[in-house]
């Protein structure tokens, strides 16, 4: 399947904010966007027209940037909340929260939803005590997602517990550092997602 390949900081600096794809890169002095605060190329610093179709596509790059997904997917996920009952655009925040790799970066078992997807698709996750290599599979309220024992002397896992102690658990999720799991208690209300995205933009832009 096609997956963007170059540099993530790029991707920040064209949304002119931090997206947290980076891990602890994103928290230090390296970060782009602190030492480019501008979009990447040779037209960069030129400031552009804020037309209303840009500002919402924007808004739009900004969430599949931020979660990892591209066109096809985002525009499914899209769809899917615009047939659930309540307002599209929590819906579709909420839909994409439930994402096995995003569950995963937000009990502190990875340092980015990148390094999430990589760890599941090496069968080091598991929900409901299956292995789940697909990092979009949805997590559903009640379920477990818990470190396959295979995986619960990694490294990479051990220092993202470490590094995650700056970023706090939400409240819609529920871990146990000890056993390296953690619960889904509930689907997130929109207060419980700290995603800097506008979703009304977005769900302007696909009522076009």
């Not at 146990?176 to 009304?200: F, N, Y």
């Amino acid at each position: 399947m096609a997956r963007y390949t170059g540099a993530d900081c790029r991707l920040c600096r064209r949304e002119g904010i931090k997206l947290f794809l980076k891990g602890d890169r994103c928290y230090s002095d390296k970060c782009a966007v602190e030492r480019r605060p501008y979009p990447p190329g040779m037209a960069g610093r030129k400031r552009p027209r804020d037309s209303e179709y840009r500002v919402q596509l924007r808004e739009k790059q900004k969430a599949k940037r931020v979660y990892g997904v591209l066109e096809k997917q985002f525009r499914s996920y899209y769809e899917l909340a615009n047939r659930q009952q309540g307002i599209t655009g929590e819906n579709l925040l909420r839909l994409l929260e439930s994402r096995l790799d995003n569950v995963v970066y937000r009990l502190g078992l990875a340092t980015s939803r990148d390094e999430a997807r990589q760890l599941i698709r090496h069968r080091h996750f598991r929900v409901n005590d299956r292995v789940v290599t697909i990092p979009s599979f949805r997590v559903r309220p009640g379920e477990m997602v818990a470190v396959a024992d295979k995986a619960k002397e990694l490294g990479v896992i051990k220092g993202a517990l470490i590094s995650s102690q700056r970023i706090e658990v939400p409240g819609w999720l529920e871990v146990d550092v000890e056993k390296l799991s953690g619960k889904v208690l509930s689907l997130p209300q929109r207060a419980q997602i700290d995603t800097p995205v506008r979703e009304q933009l977005i769900v302007e832009l696909y009522s076009k």
